[in-house]
């Protein structure tokens, strides 16, 4: 595997499920992010992971839950989402205090019905 | 509120022209900048990464900031129609993990 991988590419849960989108990278990049891409809307960043600890909460709601064990996986664990929830989530990771150049995954299309 | 803005087109460009992609931003101490194209359904590819005043090419890419008027552009010689997508500016506002998007200009190349 190479660069950022994402799983699942695609998911559809109902409002009363749990379920956790997963994200990892193989560019030994120390830090890395959540963003939510809807429809007509710029990208909004969610969490940011800096050496593995939480640096950014841009007003998420509880529901969306991250979680990252170490510098290479990051978790984004979901439960009673909303319909308005569906879209493109994004992972992407960077090397801080370097170029600061994030490099994105292919994303996780979710529907929520 | 810091804020990127970006026409949201299509901007069309026949093959072969120049296609120029235009982004302002609103904070004066934004130190790194960075356009990313995006195909349809795809996610986010970074192109150009951008930190000081000028001009930087790569290919036939060709980023240009001026901090003194906050503007960010990109330009896109000899175009195809495979560069047609939506191109994100995205800025940085502090030590540069945070990034801020615009909404993207879509780019239409006709063959």
């Known amino acids: 595997e190479t660069g950022v991988t994402q799983t699942p590419r695609h998911l559809v849960m109902g409002m009363t499920n749990k379920k956790s989108l997963k994200c990892e990278q193989h560019?030994?990049?120390?830090?890395m992010y959540w963003y939510k891409q809807s429809a007509k809307k710029p990208l909004e960043l969610m969490f940011v992971y800096s050496l593995e600890e939480r640096v950014e909460n841009n007003s998420v709601p509880s529901r969306f839950s991250p979680e990252c064990p170490n510098s290479s996986h990051l978790f984004l664990h979901l439960h009673t989402l909303q319909p308005e929830d569906s879209a493109l989530y994004l992972c992407a990771s960077s090397q801080i205090a370097a170029s600061y150049e994030q490099y994105f995954g292919p994303g996780t299309r979710l529907t929520v019905t | 509120q810091k804020e990127v803005e970006q026409n949201s087109g299509p901007l069309s460009v026949p093959e072969g022209a120049i296609a120029s992609l235009n982004c302002t931003y609103s904070d004066r101490g934004s130190q790194s900048f960075f356009w990313y194209r995006q195909y349809s359904g795809k996610s986010p590819e970074l192109i150009m990464s951008i930190y000081s005043n000028g001009d930087k090419e790569d290919g036939r890419f060709t980023a240009q900031l001026n901090k003194a008027s906050q503007y960010v552009s990109l330009l896109i010689r000899d175009s195809q129609p495979s560069d047609s997508a939506t191109y994100l500016c995205a800025v940085a506002y502090n030590a540069g993990n945070m990034l801020t998007f615009g909404g993207g200009t879509r780019l239409m190349v006709k063959p």
């Open positions: 560019l030994g990049h120390n830090a």
